[in-house]
């Protein structure tokens, strides 16, 4: 059966049909339609299987890693950087191995579309000995999927999917199974001390040796199964190009354009690789090119003086793959003389980036806002975090931000380095539970006095709105867990009046001075896109301005920076209707002539 | 057949259904088609662009000159991702009558579909829909004809349809010398 299909919603699509009924993960694009997809297919289909957002990704990892010790079908998703959290558990749990399958998918961003590194999990999963597979579309997507699923119950060892990007969000019409009786394995642990708690050093040392063991068989497996019968119908010539996952297709057009006839095989599974086998095919070509993103994976293992690629920098460094870099490849290995098939002509300007912003209307601005009121700036250091509130940064309230949960470990730092400033700190609800509460921990025991504000909307917001565990489950409480951690804590439901947003703040200025250790406030907001809470949240109050009143002085677009608001050809301040949602925040505080109003026209 | 098509606007302007619309096209008339859309920072206002390539191809990214359409949403984010089109290409643009068109290096389709809006000719959530009438009535490779596109139209929501597709006339009603 033909289905136009997203790479994400493909996989859900294959795990289903791969019978995995334990589907656990923490949100990331490209990664995060998966885990919602499959409990859409729950739904519609009735289907008995538990798919849930775990508190990170190390959670998911392990939630699913125990399934398949106990005999089920699972899978974890995450994206790249949610490897990094999940690492440890995955490098155990490579040695211990698991009886039912686990495929762990962990989706790469080359070209930082939407992450902060460039990282590639593949090289994540031939440091820690699983095999790894890479599709190149969504249709690769779906099938290997469900071979991986298998793999993984075969070898007894995880099996990492790796779409990138560009099969995560791309859409293909794509053939699928078209009746799939849903049939997952029952969960039955078997006692096995010596594997399932297998110790260091004798313990760990005989699980070393046996992992090692199950790498040799993978390479033989992917030799004969996968690598074999690309080979054999290749015809020889003067390159061959390997191409992992999305570069095969960019390969293959790139050569067509160029009028190139060449060999290209797809390497399925990029790790453990048969090196041996694949060096004696070199011996029918003068050269080999490898063509994968976005990093060395494939050329590492197959090393050889014929080998180019990126390690030479006959491929391009940095950046997601493009035909042009594979055209320059040929060119550099005096294969393609022909002219540039891909020029680019720009427009003869520069025209102006167009910089993400808090939604119109969202608390997250009036926070901001009012912290830099109050706390000002020359004053103090803003350490924040990763989420929709990151785009404070348009405010100007934000110096720091480095990875999930790390704004409370680096409010201690700063507090403890430069003592002199107010250290105000901000970070989002769905972060503060994946990595803020360990910190937290850390900071109430040794006293590092800095003010944490939690903003908390009550959902992942900057992932595409999933559910944070006190949606789900009142009795989770940031209050209750940041009181539990011993800190001083207080709570502000959101006002959109800014007077009491910023009195509110005053408060915790006097707090922050009296402490000797972090003040944690809690602010209870919505997201503007939440539509369940927004239509009984937001307030009508639109507004338009007092031409006469304004003077231009910039406060409002720069501190502020509200999307409807921009100069109009009198160089006065305008709204602009169809974007102001109508939070009336800015009627209080934020213009200092008080030139916002309400429009009456639109009444309340 | 081999057809490219960029999509280029920002968030909330619907980019990503004209994907989906053009693929339904496809698939109704057994064409491959492999599309991608980046919509990582799109609900907060940013740039997007889409691809969709129809016919024979094995990867989902267009590269710079090879587009024989591109859809602009808007003026400048039309502007930003000229360079993928190809010379014989064509430029679909919702802007107002400063646009540069001289600076474009292919035909140019205008129309000020902000100002349609604002006057009330349609609802500003179908601008999408709408610059799609446009470039499928002004670009003469277009592979879709409008009955395709308003069976498309029916098959992603039977219910919203009827408003769609008077939109999307409305569009095709824009015929550019
Ligand atoms: C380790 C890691 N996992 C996942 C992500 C993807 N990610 C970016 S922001 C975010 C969550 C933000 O949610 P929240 O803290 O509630 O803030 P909001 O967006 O709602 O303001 C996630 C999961 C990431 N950047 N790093
Ligand atoms: S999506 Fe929600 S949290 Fe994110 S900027 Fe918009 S209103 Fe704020
Ligand atoms: S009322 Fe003011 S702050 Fe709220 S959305 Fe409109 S312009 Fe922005």
Redesign the interface.
Known sequence: M?K?LMGNEAIALGLVHADVDMVSGYPG??SSEILTTVQKLQKQQDLELYAQWATNEKVGFEVAYAGAIAGKRTAATMKQVGLNVASDALMSASYIGNLGGMLLVSADDPGF??SQTEQDSRVFAKFAKIPVLDP??PQDAYDLTRYGVDLSQEFEIPVMLRPV??VC?????VEVKSEHDFSPQKGEFQRDIPRWAGVPRAGRFKQGEQLLERVEKLERYNWEHLLKPEFDKCKGGRVLILAGG?G???A??ALEDMGIEADVVKVLMPYPLPVEKIKEQFADYEKVLVVEEPMPCIEEQVMDPKVHGRLDKTMHQID?????YIQEAMRKLGLYEGKD????????EQ??A??????PGCPHRDVYYSIMKVFKKKKSIYPSDIG?YT?GINQGAIDTVLCMGGSVSMASGFALADPDKYVVATIGDSTFFHGGIPPLINAVYQKHKFLLVVLDNSVVAMT?RQEPPQRQNKEVDIVKVAEGCGASTFEYVYDNDMNKTVDFFKRMKEEYDKADGPVVAVVREFCV?DKEKASEQLPGEFVTVNEDDCVACDQCTTVFNC?PMSYNEKDKIEIDP?LCVGCGACLNVVCPTDAFVLDEKRGK | MRYQVVIAGFGGQGAVFLVKVLALCAGNKNIECLGTENHGMSQRGGAVSCFIKLGDFSNPVIDTYQADLLIGLEADEALRNMQYLKSGGIMAVNAEDDFPAADVYTDVARVDAFAKAKAGDFPIQGLNVYMLGVAARNDKNFPFTLEDLKEAITQMNAKVAAQNIEILEKGYANVME
């Open positions: 033909k136009t694009t490209p579309h939407s190149a579309t990007m560009r969000h791309a859409r293909q019409i999305t095969y297709g960019f293959k057009e997601e793959m493009s035909k042009v098939l891909y020029p680019a002509n720009p427009f003869k025209i102006p167009r910089p993400p912003n808090l939604c929709c785009l595409g896109l999307p169809f």
